[in-house]
């Protein structure tokens, strides 16, 4: 049974940084994409950024690249996700996401909240 588990999210001050974490079970890890998504109040939810099972190779949506760093450690079953240079408009519950066998699979979400 795939379960995924974030933390770290939490209050921060504009121009902080904050690093969420997706524990995963399941599922062989290490064969899967895995990616972070965010949903912020009123609005659709987005991809923020994806990674390879490798680790290889990574995509970002235009609005954090070159703020936040998607990562994971195959050894330990964890995908994260470090944002730095936080704006407002960062505010969203960010949401850990599998494809496996063309099912998504979610974790509750963690919500970040970013204080102007």
């Known amino acids: 049974q795939v379960h995924l588990v974030e933390s770290g999210g939490g209050l921060v001050h504009y121009g902080g940084s904050l690093r969420l974490s997706c524990a995963a079970s399941g599922f062989t890890f290490s064969s899967y994409y895995m990616n972070w998504y965010r949903q912020a109040p009123g609005k659709e939810r987005e991809l923020v950024a994806l990674?390879?099972?490798?680790?290889?190779?990574?995509i970002y949506a235009d609005s954090v690249k070159g703020r936040f760093t998607i990562s994971r450690d195959n050894a330990k079953n964890t995908v994260y996700l470090q944002m730095n240079s936080l704006k407002p408009e960062d505010t969203a519950v960010y949401y850990c996401?599998?494809?496996?066998?063309?099912?998504?699979?979610w974790g509750q979400g963690t919500q970040v909240t970013v204080s102007s």
């Open positions: 990674i390879t099972g490798t680790g290889g190779s990574t």
């Open positions: 996401n599998v494809r496996r066998l063309g099912r998504d699979y």
